[in-house]
């Protein structure tokens, strides 16, 4: 059976709309030819300096052109993209570019410095793509990005085997499995998964004509003009790469944002200024700041070309979603629930002054809930159970078969992506989602590990033991917490720098408190909820970094 690849429907849209934007950021068009010329001249740049099939290439970039451009060039060339927190540290690159078998890295210039310090142990990366941001030159053991696109070549690249839909994307995530783990997505499974909400669908097995081109895809935009959107939050999550993905698929146009740190002004001013029709963003974490800035501005920007808000990674709120309707009642709030591993769970859609509740969702047609006997959960039953999705899903983590085979269990002969969520069913099908059932903490959509931060603190001169857990936040979902056991004059504040110079700084305790014992049982567990509800109790009467 044949399956689509991203490069097959992007090169057919490159040849039947040349001219049209696919790529916007700032001043800087590029359009869908030029999208797919340059992402010719990386990938023949990338094979010429030894990549070979399914290798990995690391991209190590804030939002824009040159992320979906690489990606392109991947697809194109059979290899691999692997996603790169663009928060993380030199330790924790080392580990995810170690574990990824990475043989190139493209990142932005203002990250040199980093990845500087981080070359000597990667061994594996042997091409270094510098891409200029205006922090700096480019270093000397690295080659200009542009220069790598402007490689010549005979036309539609390939690599040395034929492209399939088995090619991979990775995903790297830290949900709950302690390090990073690089979810394998073959680009057929995504692709369908992913195209199963728009209106005209792909049909299940690509219909290239002679020249390489599908005449679906044609038809598809024939009919319907593909959209404008926006992805607020980064390209290194899925949820901006995915969406993303989707609306060039569609034929239509990314806009990304220029500024590093999210702005609600920008993001308003482009919305504005390109009548985009969709954005993408994570929960809370980007809504309460939009509506924040419609309540006291509610005349400055003419919004009315947005039609959808679209957030997954994490939960959104009711609140915010009603204040959005309020403003503009012909928006579609869609809160789609999934994660790295198990796309298409359920979704929960609001418009027109109503809005679902927070952590209420629909289940999809291929999704059910089963208890800890590996049986389904009855609507109306009470029984909490877990939550899976079957059909198109990723072939497992990579190098991991042991989490794989926990993750990805096949049941009655049918294999599920069983990330590890907790739920009820309520009796007109609906869930309502508890959370992992680990200790694992999700602040903005980012993933925090708390055993990671705890080994942290303990490497803190006067630390001797430390738990980390997560305090529920109006914002951001979770804040990081910390409990160490050390000595009462501990400099809290030096404590809690010396984990953000370790690790990112999301994953740095924002209050930290100190007591004498932990109290850890013999087998060395500790008790987490006792702790997250002592921190919770004590951060009632305490500033954010300690009294």
């Not at 451009?69 to 663009?86: D, I």
């Not at 209106?199 to 593909?226: C, F, K, M, T």
């Not at 294999?415 to 999700?442: F, K, Q, W």
């Not at 060395?524 to 109790?537: F, L, N, P, V």
């Amino acid at each position: 059976m044949a399956r689509w690849t991203y490069a097959d429907i992007w090169e057919t849209l490159a040849y039947v709309q040349p001219g049209r934007s696919a790529l916007v950021h700032g001043e800087r068009r590029v359009s869908w030819q030029a999208f797919s010329d340059r992402a010719d001249g990386l990938a023949r740049h990338l094979l010429d300096h030894g990549a070979r099939h399914q290798d990995k290439v690391a991209f190590y970039l804030h939002n824009g052109p040159e992320y979906l451009e690489a990606f392109f060039a991947c697809s194109k060339a059979s290899l691999v993209h692997v996603n790169t927190n663009f928060r993380y540290g030199k330790s924790e690159l080392v580990y995810l570019w170690n574990n990824a078998d990475a043989i190139a890295a493209i990142f932005h210039g203002s990250f040199a410095s980093i990845v500087e310090d981080a070359r000597p142990e990667v061994p594996s990366i042997r091409t270094w793509l510098w891409v200029d941001d205006g922090s700096g030159p480019c270093p000397k053991w690295a080659q200009p990005y542009e220069q790598a696109v402007a490689t010549p070549n005979s036309g539609r690249v390939r690599g040395s085997q034929a492209r399939s839909g088995n090619d991979l994307l990775l995903l790297y995530t830290g949900g709950t499995t302690g390090m990073p783990k690089g979810v394998m997505w073959p680009q057929h499974e995504l692709l369908m998964v992913t195209d199963a909400s728009n209106g005209i669908r792909l049909p299940p097995e690509p219909d290239l004509d002679a020249n390489g081109y599908s005449p679906a895809v044609r038809q598809r935009i024939e009919s319907r003009a593909g959209p404008t959107s926006i992805p607020a939050c980064p390209l290194m999550h899925g949820t901006g790469l995915f969406n993303s993905m989707n609306t060039l698929c569609l034929g239509g146009t990314i806009v990304t944002l220029t500024e590093s740190r999210f702005s609600v002004t920008e993001l308003f001013d482009t919305i504005e200024e390109h009548r985009a029709k969709s954005i993408f963003i994570v929960g809370d974490a980007f809504a309460k700041p939009i509506l924040n800035a419609l309540d006291r501005e509610p005349d400055r920007w003419d919004l009315s070309s947005l039609r959808v808000i679209l957030s997954s990674g994490v939960m959104w709120g009711n609140e915010s979603k009603l204040g959005l309707l309020g403003h503009y009642p012909d928006l579609i709030l869609v809160d789609a629930y999934g994660s790295s591993e198990a796309m298409g769970v359920g979704s929960s859609v609001s418009s027109k002054g109503t809005a679902s509740e927070t952590a209420s969702f629909k289940l999809g047609e291929n999704s059910i809930v089963i208890d800890d006997d590996g049986n389904l959960v009855r609507p109306g039953s009470g029984v909490v159970g877990r939550i899976g999705v079957r059909g198109h899903t990723p072939s497992g983590y990579y190098k991991d078969e042991v989490k794989t085979a926990a993750i990805f269990p096949v049941i009655d002969g049918v294999r599920y992506a069983i990330p590890g969520d907790y739920a009820t069913v309520s009796e007109d099908g609906s869930i309502c989602l508890l959370g992992r059932g680990s200790v694992c903490i999700n602040t903005a959509g980012e993933k925090v590990f708390p055993e990671e931060v705890e080994e942290a603190l303990k490497r803190v001169n006067s630390v001797e033991d430390a738990v980390v857990v997560g305090l529920p936040d109006d914002r951001f979902g979770q804040t990081v917490a910390a409990v160490v056991q050390a000595p009462a004059d501990l400099a809290r504040g030096a404590a809690i720098e010396s984990v953000r110079a370790e690790l990112a700084h999301y994953k740095a305790p924002r209050q930290l408190f100190v007591v004498p014992n932990l109290d850890r049982a013999a087998n060395g567990k500790i008790d987490y909820q006792r702790w997250a509800d002592y921190a919770a109790t004590e951060a009632t009467r305490s500033s954010p970094s300690g009294p």
